[in-house]
């Protein structure tokens, strides 16, 4: 008698414990809103408080849910398996429709969107680091994965002092 209950007892917690996760990976997929389920997403104050205790930058993204470019950046974004390598490099965040703060240095050259935006453990925004391949009038528009990756690649740089490929540079 005492087994089955055991035996029901553990039955139950392992239950809990699979619809947790399985809760937990749906709200990672939710917050992910089409920039790749396989990153993992950050509101806000939480990558402000990880990159802080992490000492690793943030990239944040900003985009609308009605956007017909910020749409058409999603797949090409979480297509590529080059992002979310560096992904790792960074507390990523994604913020859509009434998210976007309030604060001018989230919109350094104008409130178009999707932009993307580097800002050290800090807190503060980097506006030097912009999409040198794009238009100059909208330095934090990207507009392919080729471009967010160069992006990341000099934040990664500039932020960390790290280089993408891991020091060669200093190798014999």
Same mark, same amino acid.
């Given at each position: 008698?005492?087994?089955?209950?055991l035996?029901? +007892?553990l039955?139950?917690?392992?239950? =809990?414990?699979?619809? @947790?996760?399985?809760?937990?990976?749906?709200?990672?997929? $939710?917050? *992910?809103?089409?920039?790749?389920?396989?990153?993992?997403w950050?509101?806000?104050?939480?990558?402000?408080?990880?990159?802080?205790?992490?000492g690793?930058?943030?990239?944040?993204?900003?985009?609308?849910?009605?956007?017909?470019?910020?749409?058409?950046?999603?797949?090409?974004?979480?297509?590529?398996?080059?992002? +979310?390598?560096?992904?790792?490099n960074? =507390?990523?965040?994604? @913020?859509?429709?009434?998210?976007?703060?309030?604060?001018? $240095?989230? *919109?350094?050259?104008?409130?178009?969107?999707?932009?993307?935006?580097?800002?050290?453990?800090?807190?503060k925004?980097?506006?030097?680091?912009?999409?040198?391949?794009?238009?100059?009038?909208?330095?934090?528009?990207?507009?392919?994965?080729?471009?967010?990756?160069?992006?990341?690649?000099?934040?990664?740089?500039?932020?960390?002092?790290?280089?993408?490929?891991g020091?060669?540079?200093?190798?014999?």
């Amino acid at each position: 008698m005492q087994t089955a209950l055991l035996n029901v +007892a553990l039955f139950s917690f392992v239950h =809990v414990l699979l619809s @947790l996760t399985c809760f937990q990976n749906a709200v990672e997929a $939710a917050n *992910s809103r089409g920039f790749g389920d396989n990153i993992h997403w950050r509101t806000l104050e939480d990558g402000r408080k990880e990159s802080e205790a992490s000492g690793l930058p943030m990239m944040v993204i900003i985009h609308k849910s009605w956007c017909g470019a910020c749409k058409a950046l999603k797949p090409k974004f979480a297509d590529s398996k080059e992002i +979310a390598e560096l992904a790792h490099n960074f =507390v990523m965040i994604n @913020l859509e429709d009434d998210e976007e703060p309030a604060d001018k $240095a989230f *919109s350094p050259d104008g409130g178009y969107i999707p932009r993307i935006l580097f800002l050290d453990p800090n807190g503060k925004v980097h506006p030097e680091i912009t999409n040198k391949n794009g238009n100059p009038n909208y330095k934090y528009f990207y507009s392919n994965a080729e471009h967010v990756i160069s992006g990341m690649k000099e934040a990664q740089e500039k932020l960390t002092g790290d280089t993408p490929e891991g020091h060669a540079a200093d190798e014999l």
